[in-house]
């Protein structure tokens, strides 16, 4: 291509390897120019089919940049940085667009966009259009900072076009870097200005550079200047910058009322410009003006025209949802992260966080103290930790907040719990001082949550018995998930007041003796008959077995663990006639439930049947369905 590429740097070797490399595919004159007489930088540029130069540095960019206009071997130009470069990926393009411009008329400058690469910013693009591709004929370089390409002849109408290329940037990516040139270019700056005061180029990157520098009284008074000129127009391409920059320096030195006025008046001159909306929306914020803020927001994504790729999208619904999140509508602030792309990782991250809080928003746990035991609550409080959920302990008994924790103490007796269940409006998870959480899935909790149906949650709970053919442990199912008004506490339970739907919960809990033997169980019930049973009391836990097989619904599953402790019971207290005449209905019903099988073995060898009771004890294992696993494992 017909083209020379000319370049100036200085101690940048990497940077401008990286660059070289990039323009490899344009085949063209590259110029380099080094201001820092390195001899690794002429070994990369003679490596990379580059024609080496030096020149000594006099404080002046145009200087530089002009020498390198005259070493090159064509008239037309494209000036690009050694911190700069093109995408691979974009080559064909920008070829293209290069031979389009080298066909047109001499007096042409046309602009590219630069993409800056901001530090701690993997999203979003900021495209500051920048001047970089004439022909020397009739273009050089003026400024000894922030120098920029000017026609050779003042009288020649020229013109300057955009054309679709990109070139990548990131001279100025971190705070440090930032400050430190902007003090390197601020003393140029100011030399030039004094031969040219009135020149509002110069007077917008001085008070840029006095804004970088944190020194906002200076960069207001510039920026003040800028703005009152009669020369200045809403129109060029940094007119937005001053503006903003402007606003920055009034928002840090206190002048809110300006700001704010200021934003009003701004409006009205940035109409459909993403960048304005967005950072107004940022202004307000920062103001305390969370209803503009929001409007702010709203309108940057509707806007067509945009220089920081993103405020007009994802940044704008980002900061609409954090806005949301913070005023604790969640489901607002959902929709709005949802509304980010797929692969805008703040979004998503917020959203996760987000699910999580709502998540452990949804329910409530109730560690009802009927123990009144400093042990026995430490005992339970330990294994609750890892849960994300808000825990309340509901006592008579006064303990630290050492002892407690993160949890809530209520010096309530735990019946209260009525009073908060006729209330809330989540999921209330029970458990009893002295059991432990053996085990809880959150993942798969969450999916059952998230139906929001009125549920009746039953997880596993396991106490100690005395029985060794059990393992000495009892397994059962027990509701310990309730929805809000649709549950009652009563008579030591959980129990459902309304229609909902029962599920098994992803839930094992230890509850041991001393705790079930606190609860005021009713004695008509078979929990009651099975707290007997697991202390040992075999003859009394029979009589109250029998007492609720009388009327009981053979088609829940506490009554087929009530027939079958009723079983073990009546073999381990001797007392085996009454069961012949029901043994047959139980048959009927619970065949195919290996902890009837099982039981019903102990009772055949009981009796002498030897054959008979090893045949129930495979069908037992082969039917492994029991919540005990010694059942579904005995041979």
Same mark, same amino acid.
């Given at each position: 291509?017909?083209?020379?590429?000319?370049?100036?740097?200085?101690?940048?070797?990497?940077?401008?390897?990286?660059?070289?490399?990039?323009?490899?595919?344009?085949?063209?004159?590259?110029?380099?120019?080094?201001?820092?007489?390195?001899?690794?930088?002429?070994?990369?540029?003679?490596?990379?089919? &580059?024609?080496?130069?030096?020149?000594?540095?006099?404080?002046?960019?145009?200087?530089?940049?002009?020498?390198?206009?005259?070493?090159?071997?064509?008239?037309?130009?494209?000036?690009?940085?050694?911190?700069?470069?093109?995408?691979?990926?974009?080559?064909?393009?920008?070829?293209?667009?290069?031979?389009?411009?080298?066909?047109?008329?001499?007096?042409?400058?046309?602009?590219?966009?630069?993409?800056?690469?901001?530090?701690?910013?993997?999203?979003?693009?900021?495209?500051?259009?920048?001047?970089?591709? *004439?022909?020397?004929?009739?273009?050089? #370089?003026?400024?000894?900072?922030?120098?920029?390409?000017?026609?050779?002849?003042?009288?020649?109408?020229?013109?300057?076009?955009?054309?679709?290329?990109?070139?990548?940037?990131?001279?100025?990516?971190?705070?440090?870097?930032?400050?430190?040139?902007?003090?390197?270019?601020?003393?140029?700056?100011?030399?030039?200005?004094?031969?040219?005061?009135?020149?509002?180029?110069?007077?917008?990157?001085?008070?840029?550079?006095?804004?970088?520098?944190?020194?906002?009284?200076?960069?207001?008074?510039?920026?003040?200047?800028?703005?009152?000129?009669?020369?200045?127009?809403?129109?060029?391409?940094?007119?937005?910058?001053?503006?903003?920059? #402007?606003?920055?320096?009034?928002?840090?030195?206190?002048?809110?009322?300006?700001?704010?006025?200021?934003?009003?008046?701004?409006?009205?001159?940035?109409?459909?410009?993403?960048? *304005?909306?967005?950072?107004?929306?940022?202004?307000?914020?920062?103001?305390?003006?969370?209803?503009?803020?929001?409007?702010? *927001?709203?309108?940057?994504?509707?806007?067509?025209?945009?220089?920081?790729?993103?405020?007009?999208?994802?940044?704008?619904?980002?900061?609409?949802?954090?806005?949301?999140?913070?005023?604790?509508?969640?489901?607002?602030?959902?929709?709005?992260?949802?509304?980010?792309?797929?692969?805008?990782?703040?979004?998503?991250?917020?959203?996760?966080?987000?699910?999580?809080?709502?998540?452990?928003?949804?329910?409530?746990?109730?560690?009802?103290?009927?123990?009144?035991?400093?042990?026995?609550?430490?005992?339970?409080?330990?294994?609750?930790?890892?849960?994300?959920?808000?825990?309340?302990?509901?006592?008579?008994?006064?303990?630290?907040?050492?002892?407690?924790?993160?949890?809530?103490?209520?010096?309530?007796?735990?019946?209260?719990?009525?009073?908060?269940?006729?209330?809330?409006?989540?999921?209330?998870?029970?458990?009893?001082?002295?059991?432990?959480?053996?085990?809880?899935?959150?993942?798969?909790?969450?999916?059952?949550?998230?139906?929001?149906?009125?549920?009746?949650?039953?997880?596993?709970?396991?106490?100690?018995?005395?029985?060794?053919?059990?393992?000495?442990?009892?397994?059962?199912?027990?509701?310990?998930?309730?929805? &809000?008004?649709?549950?009652?506490?009563?008579?030591?339970?959980?129990?459902?007041?309304?229609?909902?739907?029962?599920?098994?919960?992803?839930?094992?809990?230890?509850?041991?003796?001393?705790?079930?033997?606190?609860?005021?169980?009713?004695?008509?019930?078979?929990?009651?008959?099975?707290?007997?049973?697991?202390?040992?009391?075999?003859?009394?836990?029979?009589?109250?077995?029998?007492?609720?097989?009388?009327?009981?619904? #053979?088609?829940?599953?506490?009554?087929?663990?009530?027939?079958?402790?009723?079983?073990?019971?009546?073999?381990?207290?001797?007392?085996?006639?009454?069961?012949?005449?029901?043994?047959?209905?139980?048959?009927?019903?619970?065949?195919?439930?290996?902890?009837?099988?099982?039981?019903?073995?102990?009772?055949?060898?009981?009796?002498?049947?030897?054959?008979?009771?090893?045949?129930?004890?495979?069908?037992?294992?082969?039917?492994?369905?029991?919540?005990?696993?010694?059942?579904?494992?005995?041979?």
């Amino acid at each position: 291509m017909d083209l020379s590429v000319c370049i100036i740097t200085k101690n940048e070797n990497e940077k401008l390897k990286r660059c070289l490399k990039s323009l490899a595919f344009l085949k063209a004159d590259i110029v380099v120019v080094d201001t820092g007489f390195n001899d690794e930088t002429r070994k990369i540029v003679t490596e990379l089919n &580059g024609r080496y130069f030096t020149f000594e540095w006099c404080d002046d960019f145009s200087a530089a940049r002009n020498y390198s206009l005259e070493q090159a071997y064509y008239d037309d130009i494209m000036v690009i940085d050694s911190d700069e470069w093109l995408d691979e990926k974009e080559m064909t393009f920008n070829k293209a667009a290069l031979e389009s411009f080298i066909r047109r008329d001499l007096y042409t400058l046309a602009c590219c966009y630069q993409v800056n690469i901001e530090p701690n910013l993997a999203y979003g693009e900021y495209h500051a259009v920048v001047p970089r591709i *004439f022909s020397k004929k009739y273009f050089h #370089y003026e400024g000894k900072a922030h120098e920029q390409p000017v026609p050779l002849m003042k009288d020649v109408n020229s013109r300057t076009i955009t054309v679709e290329l990109k070139m990548y940037h990131d001279g100025y990516a971190g705070a440090g870097v930032v400050k430190a040139k902007s003090k390197r270019n601020l003393a140029l700056l100011l030399q030039d200005l004094k031969n040219d005061e009135h020149n509002i180029y110069l007077l917008f990157q001085v008070g840029m550079s006095y804004l970088n520098l944190e020194q906002y009284e200076l960069a207001l008074k510039y920026f003040e200047e800028e703005l009152a000129n009669r020369n200045f127009n809403y129109s060029y391409v940094y007119a937005y910058d001053v503006c903003y920059g #402007y606003l920055k320096a009034l928002l840090n030195l206190g002048q809110t009322d300006l700001v704010l006025a200021k934003l009003t008046y701004f409006a009205k001159k940035f109409p459909n410009l993403a960048d *304005f909306w967005y950072d107004a929306g940022d202004f307000y914020l920062k103001l305390n003006r969370i209803n503009q803020a929001v409007e702010a *927001f709203r309108r940057a994504v509707k806007c067509s025209q945009v220089t920081l790729v993103g405020k007009d999208g994802d940044f704008a619904y980002y900061n609409l949802g954090k806005i949301y999140a913070y005023l604790g509508d969640f489901q607002q602030a959902s929709c709005y992260y949802k509304q980010c792309s797929a692969d805008f990782g703040p979004a998503q991250t917020e959203l996760l966080a987000l699910r999580q809080r709502q998540f452990s928003q949804a329910v409530t746990v109730y560690i009802l103290d009927t123990l009144k035991d400093e042990r026995a609550l430490i005992k339970t409080l330990t294994s609750l930790e890892t849960l994300p959920f808000t825990k309340l302990v509901l006592s008579q008994k006064a303990y630290p907040q050492a002892i407690l924790g993160k949890s809530k103490l209520v010096q309530l007796e735990p019946s209260a719990l009525n009073e908060y269940l006729k209330q809330t409006t989540n999921y209330s998870l029970v458990l009893y001082s002295g059991e432990s959480l053996v085990d809880l899935d959150l993942g798969k909790l969450k999916a059952v949550l998230e139906s929001k149906l009125a549920l009746s949650g039953y997880g596993l709970v396991f106490s100690p018995n005395q029985v060794k053919v059990l393992g000495y442990r009892s397994f059962y199912h027990e509701l310990r998930l309730a929805t &809000g008004t649709a549950h009652e506490f009563q008579a030591g339970l959980l129990q459902a007041t309304s229609d909902t739907k029962e599920v098994l919960i992803p839930l094992t809990i230890e509850s041991p003796i001393e705790v079930r033997a606190s609860l005021d169980f009713s004695k008509t019930s078979s929990v009651y008959a099975t707290l007997l049973f697991i202390e040992g009391n075999y003859t009394n836990a029979l009589k109250y077995y029998q007492s609720y097989l009388k009327d009981c619904d #053979y088609g829940l599953e506490e009554s087929l663990h009530s027939v079958a402790n009723a079983i073990l019971a009546s073999v381990f207290s001797d007392q085996i006639d009454w069961l012949e005449s029901y043994l047959e209905t139980w048959t009927q019903f619970y065949q195919n439930f290996a902890i009837y099988q099982f039981s019903l073995g102990h009772y055949l060898k009981k009796i002498g049947k030897k054959q008979a009771a090893q045949q129930a004890f495979r069908e037992a294992k082969r039917l492994a369905n029991s919540l005990n696993p010694i059942i579904n494992e005995e041979d």
